[in-house]
């Protein structure tokens, strides 16, 4: 959780811009789209209706209301138009969280963030794949769903104390699942894993339920928290400085939705971020990359060699970091560097006692260097 919040801290513009760009676009496109359908369908004809509206204290009051009388044609317009407006907004909302994703992924590597075009088009770019794997994952999650609520209805039938238990038990069982596979996303825009990321979601998570269903409530615990008393305190400024008139109140209305939007972008990085190290932990990522640093040095490996896929082996905090370069992300040691010393680490990389860039990018993520 520290090094996932830590990301905002120390890289907000990979993390921020290019998702508030994303989520801008297509509030400005439905702005187009109300124009075009404003044109498009023309004059409505209306007739009164007298209806009761109901009132906060429980009671109603008599009113009479304006609806709108649309023509077959009108109403072909309004849903064409609103389909594609959702269309857009699904897709670009999809490439804002890619965009976090890859942007916490980048920081923890210790990369240089992408700029805002091709950070903004490798989004939207991937967004087409994740969106189908969406729905494979939305239609399997609903067949689970019914096949939970069948067994509990059959039991229902038999004996309806032990339906109660039943329901409980598959309601543990829905949260355990969807825990287990919570990692899908990450998986997949990192490994490109398409749909085996399911299963190498459920295989990275396991014997970790506990610690990503901690990660997952404490995160969202705090995130909502947040979230929920700042929306209160903007509202009632908002509502406050609308009530002086209805030109303060739409003047009011342009800082509100900036600041909504900006905090918006903030609270769902601070909800990916910790879930991004997670996997990132889970997979061993970082120890990956000391294997391949330490092949390419041509230095031999510990007495336990890397099992078949190295990608799985978790971090050991005895091992020394490797100082990253700008083209592949490692770098082994110069010609004229000095021989190892009698405590260097992992096949001659640096002394874990020695300083090195390699523990200053670790605590870009966490703010500590790895200790032994």
């Known amino acids: 959780m520290d090094r996932g919040f830590a990301l905002l801290r120390h890289h907000p513009r990979a993390l921020l811009l290019p998702q508030l760009v994303l989520n801008i676009v297509p509030l400005l496109f439905a702005l187009l789209l109300v124009l075009i359908g404003y044109f498009a369908v023309g004059d409505v004809a209306t007739h009164l209706e007298e209806g009761r509206d109901s009132t906060i204290f429980g009671d109603s009051t008599l009113g009479v209301h304006e609806v709108p009388d649309f023509t077959d044609g009108q109403l072909a317009t309004i849903i064409v138009l609103g389909l594609i407006a ?126 990503l269903f901690g990660i997952l409530v404490l995160v969202g615990i705090v995130v909502m928290v947040v979230s929920s008393v700042v929306s209160l305190l903007l509202s009632l400024l908002f509502s406050a400085v609308s009530s002086i008139s209805d030109e303060a109140g739409v003047v009011a209305a342009i800082p509100y939705v900036i600041v909504s939007s900006i905090l ?45 896929d190295p990608a799985v082996r978790r971090w050991d905090a005895t091992e020394a970091p490797v100082a990253p370069s700008s083209s592949s992300g490692w770098a082994a040691p110069a010609a004229q560097d000095p021989p190892p010393t009698s405590g260097a680490g992992l096949g001659g990389l640096p002394d874990p006692g020695t300083p090195s860039d390699a523990e200053e990018r670790w605590g870009r993520g966490s703010g500590d260097p790895p200790t032994s």
């Open 86 to 211: 959702l269309v857009v907004y699904v897709w670009f909302v999809m490439a804002a969280t890619v965009s976090v994703v890859r942007g916490a992924d980048r920081a923890l590597e210790g990369r240089e963030h992408l700029k805002l075009r091709p950070a903004m088009c490798d989004g939207l770019r991937e967004t087409p794949k994740l969106f189908g794997l969406g729905i494979v994952f939305t239609i399997a999650a609903t067949l689970v769903l019914i096949g939970v609520i069948i067994v509990v209805y059959l039991f229902s039938l038999a004996a309806g104390a032990l339906a109660v238990l039943v329901g409980i038990a598959a309601f543990a069982f829905l949260i355990w699942l969807g825990v287990r596979v919570l990692l899908w996303p990450v998986v997949h825009l990192s490994e490109h894993a398409g749909l085996g990321s399911f299963k190498r979601a459920f295989v990275l998570s396991k014997g970790r339920f506990w610690v």
């Open 264 to 308: 918006g972008v903030v609270f769902t990085a601070g909800f990916i971020a910790p879930i991004v190290v997670s996997y990132r932990t889970l997979a061993g990522r970082d120890t990956a990359d000391l294997w391949a640093a330490a092949g390419a040095m041509g230095a031999p490996g510990p007495a336990d060699a890397p099992p078949a």
